[in-house]
Protein backbone atom coordinates (compact mmCIF):
# COMPACT_ATOMS: atom_id res chain seq x y z
CA UNK A 1 0.00 0.00 0.00
CA UNK A 2 2.78 2.21 0.75
CA UNK A 3 4.24 1.91 -3.04
CA UNK A 4 0.81 2.77 -4.28
CA UNK A 5 0.70 5.69 -2.19
CA UNK A 6 4.11 7.35 -2.39
CA UNK A 7 4.74 6.41 -6.07
CA UNK A 8 1.46 6.30 -8.00
CA UNK A 9 -1.01 8.08 -6.44
CA UNK A 10 1.01 11.53 -6.49
CA UNK A 11 1.29 11.00 -10.69
CA UNK A 12 -2.05 10.16 -10.77
CA UNK A 13 -3.26 13.11 -8.27
CA UNK A 14 -2.01 15.64 -10.62
CA UNK A 15 -3.71 14.12 -13.89
CA UNK A 16 -6.84 14.44 -11.15
CA UNK A 17 -6.37 17.79 -10.85
CA UNK A 18 -6.44 18.71 -14.03
CA UNK A 19 -9.49 16.29 -14.34
CA UNK A 20 -11.29 18.57 -11.72
CA UNK A 21 -10.19 21.48 -12.57
CA UNK A 22 -12.11 20.70 -16.10
CA UNK A 23 -14.96 18.82 -14.70
CA UNK A 24 -15.81 20.94 -11.70
CA UNK A 25 -14.64 23.86 -12.13
CA UNK A 26 -15.53 24.47 -16.02
CA UNK A 27 -11.90 25.49 -17.11
CA UNK A 28 -12.24 25.38 -20.86
CA UNK A 29 -10.83 22.12 -23.07
CA UNK A 30 -8.77 24.46 -25.10
CA UNK A 31 -7.15 25.51 -22.01
CA UNK A 32 -5.84 21.74 -21.76
CA UNK A 33 -5.71 21.44 -25.79
CA UNK A 34 -3.02 24.23 -25.76
CA UNK A 35 -1.35 23.18 -22.54
CA UNK A 36 -0.81 19.91 -23.93
CA UNK A 37 0.78 21.41 -26.98
CA UNK A 38 3.51 23.73 -25.40
CA UNK A 39 4.17 20.28 -22.97
CA UNK A 40 4.23 17.82 -26.40
CA UNK A 41 5.48 20.17 -28.71
CA UNK A 42 8.01 22.11 -26.73
CA UNK A 43 8.50 20.80 -23.41
CA UNK A 44 8.73 17.56 -24.05
CA UNK A 45 11.36 17.86 -26.58
CA UNK A 46 13.44 20.31 -24.13
CA UNK A 47 13.56 17.91 -21.59
CA UNK A 48 14.54 15.02 -24.14
CA UNK A 49 17.06 17.66 -25.46
CA UNK A 50 18.07 18.28 -21.96
CA UNK A 51 17.98 14.48 -20.82
CA UNK A 52 19.81 12.90 -24.02
CA UNK A 53 22.58 15.47 -24.14
CA UNK A 54 23.62 14.83 -20.29
CA UNK A 55 23.65 11.12 -21.39
CA UNK A 56 26.49 8.92 -20.33
CA UNK A 57 25.73 6.51 -23.29
CA UNK A 58 28.34 3.87 -21.92
CA UNK A 59 26.47 3.39 -18.51
CA UNK A 60 22.62 3.38 -20.13
CA UNK A 61 22.51 2.58 -23.76
CA UNK A 62 21.87 -1.21 -23.07
CA UNK A 63 21.64 -3.28 -26.53
CA UNK A 64 19.86 -5.92 -24.59
CA UNK A 65 17.53 -3.46 -22.92
CA UNK A 66 16.86 -1.75 -25.90
CA UNK A 67 15.87 -5.47 -27.46
CA UNK A 68 13.73 -6.61 -24.99
CA UNK A 69 12.08 -3.09 -25.19
CA UNK A 70 11.85 -2.43 -28.41
CA UNK A 71 11.02 -6.54 -29.15
CA UNK A 72 8.08 -6.26 -26.67
CA UNK A 73 6.76 -2.76 -28.76
CA UNK A 74 6.76 -4.73 -32.21
CA UNK A 75 4.90 -7.56 -30.89
CA UNK A 76 2.14 -5.60 -29.24
CA UNK A 77 2.03 -3.40 -32.32
CA UNK A 78 1.32 -6.64 -34.68
CA UNK A 79 -0.85 -8.00 -31.43
CA UNK A 80 -3.05 -4.40 -32.23
CA UNK A 81 -2.91 -4.35 -35.78
CA UNK A 82 -3.77 -8.34 -36.44
CA UNK A 83 -6.16 -8.45 -33.44
CA UNK A 84 -8.60 -5.36 -34.58
CA UNK A 85 -8.42 -6.19 -38.24
CA UNK A 86 -9.12 -10.30 -37.77
CA UNK A 87 -10.82 -10.20 -34.75
CA UNK A 88 -12.39 -7.18 -34.86
CA UNK A 89 -13.29 -6.82 -38.38
CA UNK A 90 -11.69 -3.04 -38.07
CA UNK A 91 -10.98 -1.68 -41.80
CA UNK A 92 -7.07 -1.18 -41.93
CA UNK A 93 -6.70 1.89 -41.33
CA UNK A 94 -8.44 1.70 -38.09
CA UNK A 95 -5.91 -1.18 -37.45
CA UNK A 96 -2.93 0.80 -37.67
CA UNK A 97 -4.36 3.86 -35.14
CA UNK A 98 -5.17 0.44 -33.05
CA UNK A 99 -1.57 -0.80 -33.14
CA UNK A 100 -0.94 2.91 -32.66
CA UNK A 101 -2.12 2.42 -29.42
CA UNK A 102 -1.09 -1.02 -28.34
CA UNK A 103 2.64 0.15 -29.07
CA UNK A 104 2.93 3.44 -28.01
CA UNK A 105 3.19 3.53 -24.00
CA UNK A 106 3.09 6.56 -22.20
CA UNK A 107 6.69 6.92 -21.09
CA UNK A 108 7.26 10.53 -20.98
CA UNK A 109 3.96 11.51 -19.01
CA UNK A 110 3.75 8.74 -16.36
CA UNK A 111 6.93 6.26 -16.80
CA UNK A 112 9.21 9.13 -16.25
CA UNK A 113 7.86 10.54 -13.18
CA UNK A 114 6.82 6.76 -11.71
CA UNK A 115 10.08 5.60 -12.46
CA UNK A 116 12.13 8.61 -10.00
CA UNK A 117 9.57 8.11 -7.47
CA UNK A 118 10.34 4.74 -7.14
CA UNK A 119 13.99 4.35 -8.02
CA UNK A 120 15.29 8.04 -7.95
CA UNK A 121 16.35 10.49 -10.46
CA UNK A 122 19.51 7.98 -11.55
CA UNK A 123 17.26 5.38 -12.31
CA UNK A 124 16.17 7.82 -15.39
CA UNK A 125 19.05 7.17 -17.26
CA UNK A 126 17.54 4.23 -18.52
CA UNK A 127 14.10 5.47 -19.10
CA UNK A 128 16.32 8.21 -21.50
CA UNK A 129 18.06 5.64 -23.89
CA UNK A 130 14.69 4.09 -24.55
CA UNK A 131 12.37 7.22 -25.13
CA UNK A 132 15.23 8.10 -27.58
CA UNK A 133 14.43 5.82 -29.99
CA UNK A 134 10.65 5.41 -28.76
CA UNK A 135 8.99 8.29 -30.52
CA UNK A 136 10.65 7.62 -33.94
CA UNK A 137 10.38 3.77 -33.97
CA UNK A 138 6.71 3.49 -33.30
CA UNK A 139 6.06 6.91 -35.98
CA UNK A 140 8.02 4.68 -38.20
CA UNK A 141 6.19 1.64 -37.89
CA UNK A 142 2.64 3.15 -37.45
CA UNK A 143 2.86 5.98 -40.12
CA UNK A 144 4.99 3.81 -42.90
CA UNK A 145 1.63 1.10 -42.22
CA UNK A 146 -0.87 3.80 -42.60
CA UNK A 147 1.01 5.44 -45.54
CA UNK A 148 1.38 1.84 -46.86
CA UNK A 149 -2.50 0.65 -46.56
CA UNK A 150 -3.17 4.39 -47.73
CA UNK A 151 -0.93 4.53 -50.65
CA UNK A 152 -3.99 4.45 -53.01
CA UNK A 153 -1.41 3.55 -56.28
CA UNK A 154 1.80 5.40 -54.88
CA UNK A 155 4.75 3.84 -55.46
CA UNK A 156 7.45 2.70 -52.86
CA UNK A 157 9.23 5.82 -52.71
CA UNK A 158 6.69 8.48 -52.63
CA UNK A 159 5.48 6.42 -49.58
CA UNK A 160 8.84 6.24 -48.26
CA UNK A 161 9.68 10.45 -48.57
CA UNK A 162 5.89 10.97 -46.70
CA UNK A 163 7.04 9.12 -44.00
CA UNK A 164 10.60 10.84 -43.86
CA UNK A 165 8.49 14.07 -44.27
CA UNK A 166 6.42 12.93 -41.49
CA UNK A 167 9.37 12.22 -38.84
CA UNK A 168 11.31 14.97 -39.65
CA UNK A 169 8.61 17.46 -38.73
CA UNK A 170 8.01 15.28 -35.01
CA UNK A 171 9.12 17.69 -32.09
CA UNK A 172 10.27 14.48 -30.05
CA UNK A 173 12.36 13.67 -33.13
CA UNK A 174 13.49 16.97 -33.30
CA UNK A 175 15.12 17.23 -29.54
CA UNK A 176 16.21 13.30 -29.47
CA UNK A 177 18.32 14.66 -32.50
CA UNK A 178 19.87 18.14 -31.17
CA UNK A 179 20.35 16.28 -27.94
CA UNK A 180 22.21 13.57 -29.48
CA UNK A 181 24.09 15.88 -31.24
CA UNK A 182 25.02 17.87 -28.23
CA UNK A 183 26.37 14.83 -26.31
CA UNK A 184 28.19 13.67 -29.25
CA UNK A 185 29.99 16.55 -30.10
CA UNK A 186 30.48 17.22 -26.12
CA UNK A 187 29.02 21.04 -27.48
CA UNK A 188 29.46 23.61 -24.48
CA UNK A 189 25.63 25.34 -23.68
CA UNK A 190 26.26 28.67 -22.10
CA UNK A 191 24.80 29.13 -18.13
CA UNK A 192 22.05 31.23 -18.94
CA UNK A 193 20.87 28.55 -22.07
CA UNK A 194 21.13 26.00 -19.48
CA UNK A 195 19.16 27.55 -16.80
CA UNK A 196 16.59 28.64 -19.59
CA UNK A 197 16.77 24.83 -20.57
CA UNK A 198 16.04 23.50 -17.30
CA UNK A 199 12.81 25.88 -16.55
CA UNK A 200 11.16 24.53 -19.33
CA UNK A 201 12.16 21.03 -18.81
CA UNK A 202 10.93 21.09 -15.21
CA UNK A 203 7.94 22.30 -16.53
CA UNK A 204 7.00 19.16 -18.93
CA UNK A 205 5.98 16.57 -16.61
CA UNK A 206 3.41 18.68 -14.06
CA UNK A 207 2.28 20.40 -17.42
CA UNK A 208 1.89 17.42 -19.32
CA UNK A 209 0.22 15.58 -16.28
CA UNK A 210 -2.22 18.43 -15.37
CA UNK A 211 -3.33 18.53 -19.11
CA UNK A 212 -4.04 15.05 -19.72
CA UNK A 213 -5.82 14.57 -17.27
CA UNK A 214 -8.40 18.35 -18.72
CA UNK A 215 -8.56 16.65 -21.98
CA UNK A 216 -9.16 13.07 -20.32
CA UNK A 217 -12.01 14.97 -18.68
CA UNK A 218 -13.67 15.68 -22.01
CA UNK A 219 -13.59 12.46 -23.58
CA UNK A 220 -16.43 10.56 -23.73
CA UNK A 221 -16.34 6.78 -23.50
CA UNK A 222 -17.05 5.25 -26.80
CA UNK A 223 -16.43 2.95 -29.46
CA UNK A 224 -15.69 -0.68 -29.25
CA UNK A 225 -15.30 -1.55 -25.59
CA UNK A 226 -14.41 -5.12 -26.20
CA UNK A 227 -11.63 -3.42 -28.63
CA UNK A 228 -11.04 -1.25 -26.09
CA UNK A 229 -10.36 -3.94 -23.55
CA UNK A 230 -8.03 -5.53 -26.29
CA UNK A 231 -6.01 -2.36 -26.62
CA UNK A 232 -5.60 -1.97 -22.78
CA UNK A 233 -5.02 -6.03 -22.21
CA UNK A 234 -1.70 -5.36 -24.73
CA UNK A 235 -0.53 -2.11 -23.19
CA UNK A 236 -0.85 -2.97 -19.46
CA UNK A 237 -0.28 -6.62 -19.92
CA UNK A 238 1.29 -8.15 -23.14
CA UNK A 239 3.53 -5.42 -23.78
CA UNK A 240 5.73 -5.33 -20.59
CA UNK A 241 5.13 -9.54 -20.04
CA UNK A 242 7.00 -9.82 -23.17
CA UNK A 243 9.89 -7.20 -21.98
CA UNK A 244 10.37 -9.09 -18.49
CA UNK A 245 10.45 -12.29 -20.07
CA UNK A 246 13.39 -11.25 -22.44
CA UNK A 247 14.26 -9.29 -19.80
CA UNK A 248 14.31 -12.70 -17.30
CA UNK A 249 16.15 -14.81 -20.39
CA UNK A 250 19.01 -12.70 -21.12
CA UNK A 251 19.27 -11.66 -17.57
CA UNK A 252 19.44 -8.30 -17.67
CA UNK A 253 20.30 -6.52 -14.59
CA UNK A 254 17.92 -5.03 -12.45
CA UNK A 255 18.45 -1.09 -13.30
CA UNK A 256 17.59 -1.52 -17.11
CA UNK A 257 14.78 -4.02 -16.26
CA UNK A 258 13.55 -1.88 -14.00
CA UNK A 259 13.00 0.35 -16.44
CA UNK A 260 12.48 -1.30 -19.43
CA UNK A 261 9.60 -2.94 -18.07
CA UNK A 262 7.99 0.05 -16.34
CA UNK A 263 7.78 2.26 -20.01
CA UNK A 264 6.05 -0.73 -21.38
CA UNK A 265 3.65 -1.10 -18.49
CA UNK A 266 2.82 2.73 -18.94
CA UNK A 267 -1.03 3.22 -20.72
CA UNK A 268 -1.20 4.05 -24.05
CA UNK A 269 -0.12 8.31 -24.57
CA UNK A 270 -2.54 10.55 -25.70
CA UNK A 271 -0.25 10.63 -28.84
CA UNK A 272 -2.56 7.76 -29.66
CA UNK A 273 -5.61 9.95 -29.68
CA UNK A 274 -3.35 12.69 -32.21
CA UNK A 275 -2.55 10.06 -34.46
CA UNK A 276 -5.49 8.63 -35.41
CA UNK A 277 -6.74 12.05 -35.16
CA UNK A 278 -3.90 13.15 -37.79
CA UNK A 279 -5.30 10.70 -40.06
CA UNK A 280 -8.89 10.75 -39.37
CA UNK A 281 -9.48 7.35 -38.42
CA UNK A 282 -10.77 5.40 -35.10
CA UNK A 283 -10.71 8.26 -32.88
CA UNK A 284 -13.37 7.39 -30.54
CA UNK A 285 -11.46 4.27 -29.73
CA UNK A 286 -7.98 5.95 -29.29
CA UNK A 287 -10.02 8.23 -26.64
CA UNK A 288 -11.78 5.57 -24.96
CA UNK A 289 -8.40 3.19 -25.08
CA UNK A 290 -5.98 6.68 -23.57
CA UNK A 291 -8.76 6.86 -20.64
CA UNK A 292 -9.61 3.12 -19.91
CA UNK A 293 -6.30 2.45 -20.14
CA UNK A 294 -4.64 5.26 -17.89
CA UNK A 295 -7.81 3.99 -15.20
CA UNK A 296 -6.42 0.45 -15.37
CA UNK A 297 -2.98 1.62 -14.87
CA UNK A 298 -3.39 2.62 -11.36
CA UNK A 299 -3.42 -1.11 -10.36
CA UNK A 300 -1.15 -2.65 -12.93
CA UNK A 301 1.57 -0.22 -12.60
CA UNK A 302 1.26 -0.99 -9.04
CA UNK A 303 1.32 -4.84 -9.57
CA UNK A 304 4.52 -4.50 -11.54
CA UNK A 305 6.32 -2.55 -9.16
CA UNK A 306 6.03 -5.39 -6.45
CA UNK A 307 7.00 -7.62 -9.16
CA UNK A 308 10.58 -5.53 -9.73
CA UNK A 309 11.00 -4.82 -5.98
Do not use: C
Not at 230 to 237: D, N, V
Not at 249 to 255: A, E, H
Amino acid sequence: MSTLIEVILPVFLVIGFGYGAHWLLGAKSDLFEQLMKFAQGFAFPVLLFRGISRLHLGDTFDPMMLGAFYTGVTIAFAAGLLGARYLFGRPWPDSVAVAFATSFSNGGLLGLPITERAYGAEALGYNFAIIAFHAPFVYMLAVTAMEIVRAGGRSVGATMLSVVRSMAKNPFVIGIGLGALANVTALPIPAPVGAAVDLVANAAIPTALFALGGILAAYKPEGDLRLVAWIAGISLILHPVVVWLIAQGVSLDIGPTRSAVLMAAMAPGVNAYVFANMYGTAKRTAATAVLAGTAASIITVWAWLWVLG
